[in-house]
């Protein structure tokens, strides 16, 4: 299994990004997919989550309504639409994998299946 995200860079205030995973070695549809994302000197945080098949989506406070989570199973990939961007998003975003029944959907226990971070940085 790998999970592959990019998309990340340097923008200002205000600006978007649009992240992307992309995945290969599970059925996507098994999988509730998760964005987190970890500052220095910060602990990771669960930011959005988006179940198998897309029915159910979880934002932590300080996505919703900015970040939308999104996904398309026959193209093997979870995206992360990050609006409105502020200085303190700037961190590593990961995406992550895990089983739609292994722990509720705003839970941060579960994902087996880690991607490598991008960097996403928002300056002021």
């Known amino acids: 299994v790998q999970l592959q995200a990019c998309g990340g860079g340097l923008v200002q205030t205000g600006d978007s990004v649009r992240l992307s995973c992309a995945t290969s070695g599970l059925t996507p549809s098994d999988y509730t997919m998760g964005w987190f994302r970890q500052a220095p000197g910060k602990e990771r945080e669960l930011v959005a989550a988006i179940s198998g098949r897309g029915r159910s989506i979880y934002y932590n406070d300080s996505a919703k309504g900015r970040f939308t989570i999104s996904r398309d199973n026959a193209k093997n990939t979870v995206w992360l639409q990050m609006n409105m961007l502020k200085p303190e998003d700037t961190a590593a975003y990961l995406c992550?994998?895990?089983?739609?029944?292994?722990?509720?959907?705003?839970?941060?226990?579960?994902?087996?299946?880690w991607g490598q971070g991008t960097q996403v940085t928002v300056s002021s």
């Open positions: 992550a994998a895990k089983n739609l029944y292994s722990s509720t959907m705003s839970s941060m226990s579960g994902y087996v299946y």
